[in-house]
């Protein structure tokens, strides 16, 4: 931080911080369905690996589909943001009294997207924790374009959405609480620097 006092400005303090870089959280729309269906076209990514032809289509019924965008910032903490999304998704389905999961690689949903080698890897990580959770999971392949359908349940809480952050960053959240109250009882010392040097 930087602090100025300016001379002969009625003792106005000028300070400038520089401001935290607001983070972009993996996003994620829920939907409460009826049925998602999916039909794989052509590659997205040049590196999206081959299908056979059975994972070309895909349907669930009766299930929480989840369009998940992975941002940037989960590149750093991919156990988190992993522990963090299964945590979220099994609060939702609960609500929700889903036991089936569709989770659906969704890119549009953010402005700084995650490259896709830990992007990918994160979709891995979560199929493979929602199944061990107990979850039948159908994962749409990732890198792919592909038409969908989707028939949305009417009540309530069929269609929300939730902003995800790695698990470790509620502690830095603190963090910075606990240094902004610790900032504020510090007794600060003014000095006034005259352009001669005095
Ligand atoms: N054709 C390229 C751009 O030149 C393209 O569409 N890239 S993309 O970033 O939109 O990703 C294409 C597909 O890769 C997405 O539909 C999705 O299946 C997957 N994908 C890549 N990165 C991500 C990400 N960070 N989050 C979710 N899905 C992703």
Redesign the pocket.
């Known amino acids: 931080m930087i602090c100025l006092h300016v001379p002969g400005d009625a003792g106005r303090r000028f300070l400038f911080k520089s401001d935290p870089v607001p983070p972009n959280p993996m996003r994620v729309l829920f939907l409460h369905c009826d049925v998602l269906e999916y039909e794989v076209r052509e590659?997205?990514?040049p590196s999206?690996e081959d299908l056979p032809p059975e994972k070309r289509r895909g349907r669930i019924e009766d299930a929480l589909v989840c369009f998940?965008?992975?941002?940037?910032e989960?590149e750093s903490d991919v156990e988190g943001i992993v522990q963090e999304a299964v945590r979220n998704i099994e609060e939702v389905a609960a609500q929700v009294k889903a036991t089936r999961v569709a989770i659906?690689?969704?890119?549009?949903?953010?402005s700084s997207?995650?490259?896709?080698g830990?992007?990918?890897t994160?979709?891995a990580l979560l199929e493979e924790r929602l199944r061990k959770s107990g979850f039948q999971v159908l994962a749409?392949?990732?890198?792919?374009?592909?038409s969908f359908k989707v028939s949305v349940k009417r009540h309530p809480l069929s269609e929300l959405s939730r902003e995800i952050h790695p698990a470790s960053a509620a502690t830095a959240k603190d963090d910075v609480s606990e240094a902004v109250k610790a900032e504020q009882k510090l007794v600060s010392e003014w000095f006034i620097l005259e352009p001669n040097g005095d």
């Open positions: 590659k997205a990514l999206a998940i965008s992975a941002e940037k989960d659906y690689p969704y890119a549009h949903l953010s997207l995650a490259a896709s830990p992007a990918k994160i979709f749409s392949p990732f890198g792919y374009y592909k």
